[in-house]
Structures are given as C-alpha cells and as structure tokens.
T-cell receptor, first 115, second 113 residues
C-alpha cells in the first residue's frame, strides 16, 4: 500500500533562513507528487506538483521541490523564509494516471518562524 | 471566482445523532473529494465523485458514513449515529480530471460530545 512519511513533526526556522521539509514515499510505481500548505483556519493550497520530466519543480510563494527517485523523496525547499510561511505543510502522492486523483497524505510538518 | 465552500464551519453534536456536512464545489469542476483530518494526523481519503457517480468509496470508514452528489454540484456527507471517534475536520476538494489539481474548502470541524 502507498504511504507518505514526513519525519519532522515540527520545525522552527528563523526568518530569512533557508528551509527544507522532508518527504519520503512508498509506492508501487513513481507516483505523482504534491506539496500543499494549510494556514490556520484555511483549506489546503497547492504549492507545487511533479508528474514527470525535470526533477526540480518550482511552485508558488518561492518554493521548490526536488524529486529523487533513488531515495523515494520529494523534499520541499525555500531559500529564505518569511513570517507568512508559518503554516502546516503536507506532502501527498497520487496514482500516476488521470482519472482518480485519490491522494495519500503525510501527517504534516508544522513550520514555526521566529524573528 | 468563488472557491470551494463548506457548511457548517463548525458542528457540535451529541453522540448518536446524525449530521450532514455540505460541500459546494467550484463551478464546472467534475471531480469532488471528501477527506477527513483528525487532530495531529494527515488527511484521510473518504470518497471520490466524478459527476454524480462515486467510482471510489473505499475510504468510507463504516456504513454509518454515506455521501451523495447532485449532478456536478453540491455534495453532502452524512454521518449517522455519530461516535466520538468521528470528531475531526472534514475537508472537501473539487477539481478537473486534467490537470490533476484539487482545490480545497476550509473544512467543517465536527465535534461529537
């Protein structure tokens, strides 16, 4: 069965510092990969997605993620965080075909930004 | 344009009562998904609609849970005889088959006392 692991439950980063959030997956084939952000009291917003091709994908709000097949990882990065980036981040995987985008989510990483 | 909306935003109910949660998807989105988010956990898939048919109900946790959708519009998730373990945030998402993006509503927080 497919699964997603986000090993860091909570990360604290200083404003302006770089950020990397880890995501590892277990799947029969290379799945489609996603990162979502959830701000307090709001629904999830898609940051970026990977289907195929270039393994470094750019997303919104200055985020990027790199797919590494050999490590079954899809880590999220940002060179310089802003206080507004404080939120919960979820990695998700989905079947590599269109027709039923049933996503499997990790348990999330809560990001705290300190001044 | 308007995003996905869900109502109510909060619902407190007594154990054993039935509840209905509503989702209004983005107009034109053919796909609709329900997820459950328990405290401190990731999202758990419940059910997927394509139009008004549900090709994947595999995530519904028990026969107390049911969902329906009217055409390519509103969907209702019904939980009968609620239990305390049903307490969670229920999230709805809508999208198009291509380009495989889901747009989430703000969720309904259900508390069963």
């Amino acid at each position: 069965a497919q699964s997603v692991t986000q090993p860091d439950i909570h990360i604290t980063v200083s404003e302006g510092a770089s950020l990397e959030l880890r995501c590892n997956y277990s799947y029969g084939a290379t799945p489609y990969l996603f990162w979502y952000v959830q701000s307090p009291g709001q629904g999830l917003q898609l940051l970026l997605k990977y289907f195929s091709g270039d393994t470094l994908v750019q997303g919104i709000k200055g985020f990027e993620a790199e797919f590494k097949r050999s490590q079954s990882s899809f880590n999220l990065r940002k060179p310089s965080v802003h206080w507004s980036d404080a939120a919960e981040y979820f990695c998700a995987v989905g079947p590599p075909n269109f027709g039923n985008e049933k996503l499997t989510f990790g348990t999330g990483t809560r990001l705290t930004i300190i001044p | 344009g308007a995003g996905v909306s869900q109502s109510p935003s909060n619902k407190v109910t007594e154990k054993g009562k039935d509840v209905e949660l509503r989702c209004d998807p983005i107009s034109g989105h053919t796909a609709l998904y329900w997820y459950r988010q328990r405290l401190g956990q990731g999202l758990e898939f419940l059910i997927y609609f394509q139009g008004n048919s549900a090709p994947d109900k595999s995530g519904l946790p028990s026969d107390r849970f049911s969902a329906e959708r009217t055409g390519e519009s509103v969907s209702t998730l019904t939980i009968q005889r609620t239990q305390q373990e049903d307490s969670a945030v229920y999230l709805c998402a809508s999208g198009l088959v291509i380009p495989y993006e889901q747009y989430f509503g703000p969720g309904t927080r259900l508390t069963v006392t």
